[in-house]
Structures are given as structure tokens and as C-alpha cells.
T-cell receptor, first 114, second 114 residues
Framework: ETGVTQSPTHLIKTRGQQVTLRCSSQ?????VSWYQQALGQGPQFIFQYYREEENGRGNFPPRFSGLQFPNYSSELNVNALELDDSALYLCASSSVFRSTDTQYFGPGTRLTVL | SQQGEEDPQALSIQEGENATMNCSYK?????LQWYRQNSGRGLVHLILIRSNEREKHSGRLRVTLDTSKKSSSLLITASRAADTASYFCATDADSGGSNYKLTFGKGTLLTVNP
């Protein structure tokens, strides 16, 4: 167990809807990253937050947005869901800013878009 | 885009045998990490090797890094049924600037038969 929790575990939405996924970082970690993992693929970086600000972003459209709260928990919001958004969404927390050293991943949220 | 490419895509061995997985990447890196994923759940960090290191051990795991060939290998000795999982390499390539992300390969699915 990494101490990183995510909710919900599973989620089913229909195309065009909006979804919010939540992540609680490991205690003492101030940096959180979000990844999307399509079936049979490796995780792909969505964005990273540090001290409530977006620190970097991967190749994802603006309808993917995030928030980080003062307690370092985080949300991933996806608007106007598309079928291709069906994937496992992983968050990872770390204690070192500006570093890709060990990141601690949560169990993920599996999103299905119908 | 996928930076790392694992080889083979799938590997099936008997308990007690050794398992070797390879990873190739395209651009220069500061570090390379290996992660394990059970049944599409969260990623578990296994080992990190820095670009100035050639070999690293952790329990039954041995990782090598050849920066001249842009490749790494993960060896699991005396495999157990519980080692059955997908294994991913991840690099910090494309990091720097404001992006501090891990870039993953597609993974190797290891099956250890009892």
C-alpha cells in the first residue's frame, strides 16, 4: 500500500457528460500527477500540480482540468466525455518538486464511457 | 507518445525460473524506473537506476542500464506465481522545463506458472 487513495474505484458515464475523479496524496507529499492508461497501453501523463498550481501538462485537451487543494488532495475533471476517455486514471504523489524520483501511485479509477 | 518500449510484450515461465525483460528508449535520460502493475490496478515502484549507474540490485531484482545503447533490462530471479503482473519501464525523458513527468512503455505481461 502506498498511502495514496483514489475515488471512486469504478465509474460509468455516457458520452457528453462530465466526471470528477479524486485523489488523496500520501502524507507529506506536495506534488501530485495524473496519468491516463488505456487498455493494453502504458500510462500517459496528463498534468502535474504543485502547491495548488499546474506545473506541467501532457498532450491532453483543455477539457481535462485539475485542482489541488491546500491539504494536497487533488481532483481531475473531464468535460464533454468521449468514448476514447474510457481508461484507468491513476494519480501519483511525490515529496520532491522538480523531480521524477519515486512516485507513489494510487489504485486508480476505472472510467467507462458509453 | 511512448518513450520506452518493453520487450517481449508477453513472457510465460515456470516458477523458479528467471525472467528477463528489456526496455529501450529514444532520448537521453536522468533516471529510469521499473514499475509493476497487477491486474490493471495501481503501479508499484520496483527500482530506480540513475544514468550514471550501470547495475542495481533489490532483493530478487537486478536492473542494468546501458546509456550508450539506450536500453535497460530487468531480471527477476527465482520467479514466483505472485510475480505474475505487467512490468513497465518509465523514463524522465521529455522532462525538464516545467514538465516533470514519467514516460512509460507499453509493458511486458509476465505470467509465472506454478
Amino acid at each position: 500500500e502506498t498511502g495514496v487513495t483514489q475515488s471512486p474505484t469504478h465509474l460509468i458515464k455516457t458520452r457528453g457528460q462530465q466526471v470528477t475523479l479524486r485523489c488523496s496524496s500520501q502524507s507529506g507529499h506536495n506534488t501530485v500527477s495524473w496519468y491516463q492508461q488505456a487498455l493494453g497501453q502504458g500510462p500517459q501523463f496528463i498534468f502535474q500540480y504543485y502547491r495548488e498550481e499546474e506545473n506541467g501538462r501532457g498532450n491532453f485537451p483543455p477539457r481535462f482540468s485539475g485542482l489541488q487543494f491546500p491539504n494536497y488532495s487533488s481532483e481531475l475533471n473531464v468535460n464533454a466525455l468521449e468514448l476514447d476517455d474510457s481508461a484507468l486514471y491513476l494519480c501519483a504523489s511525490s515529496s520532491v518538486f522538480r523531480s521524477t524520483d519515486t512516485q507513489y501511485f494510487g489504485p486508480g479509477t476505472r472510467l467507462t464511457v458509453l | 507518445s511512448q518513450q520506452g518500449e518493453e520487450d517481449p510484450q508477453a513472457l510465460s515461465i515456470q516458477e523458479g525460473e528467471n525472467a528477463t525483460m528489456n526496455c529501450s528508449y529514444k532520448t537521453s535520460i536522468n533516471n529510469l524506473q521499473w514499475y509493476r502493475q497487477n491486474s490493471g490496478r495501481g503501479l508499484v515502484h520496483l527500482i530506480l537506476i540513475r544514468s550514471n549507474e550501470r547495475e542495481k540490485h533489490s532483493g530478487r531484482l537486478r536492473v542494468t542500464l546501458d546509456t550508450s545503447k539506450k536500453s535497460s533490462s530487468l531480471l527477476i530471479t527465482a520467479s514466483r506465481a505472485a510475480d505474475t503482473a505487467s512490468y513497465f519501464c518509465a523514463t524522465d525523458a521529455d522532462s525538464g522545463g516545467s514538465n516533470y513527468k514519467l514516460t512509460f512503455g507499453k509493458g511486458t505481461l509476465l505470467t509465472v506458472n506454478p
